[in-house]
């Protein structure tokens, strides 16, 4: 039990010495990265053309290994029902805090196949270019 406390004592350290720190923020939340500096600016990335039943999950920058790594935009496949959040970082106190991308509820009850707005962005799908994705109209 006291190396268990001891090796837990040590990646502690470790982690908060490197500037970032696992922080839990619900119960039911997963845990989010803090980092004290900032993410460089996202890359510019191509977009290959919409795939029947996928949703664009753009690039991003991820904390790995002490360091800021680019991961590369994909698209995934879309689940009904739901809108997907792309991962971002935000800044909160000088501090910079890393959401995992995720599948939300849609929200507003209506299934996605009669759904006039389905990423809710306030644009209508038919006028809307990126009808899945609330982050871009």
């Known amino acids: 039990m006291k190396k ?3 090796t837990l004592a040590v990646a502690a350290t470790t982690i908060v ?9 619900s119960a039911q939340a997963q845990p989010a ?5 900032a993410p460089p ?3 510019m990335e191509h977009v290959p053309p919409p795939r029947r039943g996928h949703v ?3 690039g991003h920058y991820e904390w790995r290994g002490g360091r800021y ?3 590369r935009g994909e698209y995934v496949r879309a689940r009904p029902g739901y809108a997907y959040r792309a991962p971002e970082w935000r800044e909160r106190g000088g501090r910079w805090e890393y959401t995992r991308g995720r599948w939300d509820r849609d929200g507003d009850g209506v299934p996605n196949r009669m759904d006039r707005d389905r990423d809710n962005d306030g644009i209508r799908n038919r006028n809307d270019r990126h009808p899945n994705n609330p982050g871009r109209g």
């Open 4 to 6: 268990l406390a001891l």
């Open 33 to 37: 990265i803090v980092i004290r500096t």
């Open 17 to 25: 010495s490197l500037g970032a720190a696992v922080v839990p923020v």
């Open 69 to 71: 790594a680019w991961v």
């Open 56 to 58: 664009w999950a753009p």
């Open 41 to 43: 600016p996202p890359r």
